[in-house]
């Protein structure tokens, strides 16, 4: 039987910084920047959207860093006074 994307996803985090804002964008491009310097082979990098909750709710900008068959999915989004940060693997 096929596995749904909950059953592939593996470790996950999530992090929420109270008073702290910054710009998806600019954490995304520092993010790409540092995994540059470390010139990791065959390492791909894109982003994609996925709804916060539903169809019907808006989409959150990740970005995915991809090697051979493992995906990792970072989000950065403001959230009230602070800036939630997570990952998923």
């Known amino acids: 039987m096929p596995q749904s994307p909950q059953e592939k996803v593996k470790p996950h985090w999530s992090k929420l910084v109270e008073n702290f804002q910054t710009s998806p964008k600019d954490y995304y491009d520092a993010v790409e920047a540092a995994v540059k310097r470390r010139k990791i082979p065959d390492l791909q ?26 995906a990792f999915d970072l989000c950065a989004a403001p959230f009230g006074t602070g800036f939630f940060f997570s990952w998923w693997l």
């Open 45 to 70: 990098t894109s982003r994609v959207d996925y709804s916060e909750a539903g169809a019907l709710t808006p989409n959150r900008e990740y970005l995915r860093l991809t090697r051979e068959k493992l």
